[in-house]
């Protein structure tokens, strides 16, 4: 099992924003899919930012398009997630994922029965 460890989250008013962090040990982000999701009690996980084509190209589910951005430091080997102008409906555990092999597609990407490792997760609460 690869450890995933996010850092970042926390509370935040609307409007504020927050950058989240996922670093791996034993493991790079090197040619695979790697990406953000998100989940809320009684609800099914869904994508929210992820990196295809080898991390070079960036897929946003459309209500935080513009909003977030998802990046990867290869220096770092580390996968942000920046968030910006929050809103309350973005309040959720988040989870950042990585896959085993190249994705191709961006509906590959965001298809989370791709991603065989995940981190533990970090809560975003953002309030009105």
């Known amino acids: 099992q690869v450890p995933l460890v996010e850092s970042g989250g926390g509370s935040v008013q609307a409007g504020g924003s927050l950058r989240l962090s996922c670093a791996a040990s034993?493991?790079?982000?090197?040619?695979?899919?790697m990406g953000w999701f998100r989940q809320v009690p009684e609800k099914e996980r869904e994508w929210v930012a992820v990196?295809?084509?080898?991390?070079?190209?960036?897929h946003y589910i459309d209500s935080v398009e513009g909003r977030f951005t998802v990046s990867h430091d290869s220096a770092k080997d580390t996968l942000y997630l920046q968030m910006n102008n929050l809103k309350p409906e973005d309040t959720a555990m988040y989870y950042c994922a990585a896959s085993t092999f190249y994705c191709y597609t961006p509906q590959q990407a965001s298809d989370r029965n791709q991603y065989k490792y995940w981190g533990q997760g970090t809560q975003v609460t953002v309030s009105s």
């Open positions: 990196l295809y084509a080898g991390g070079t190209s960036p």
């Open positions: 034993g493991y790079r982000f090197t040619n695979v899919c």
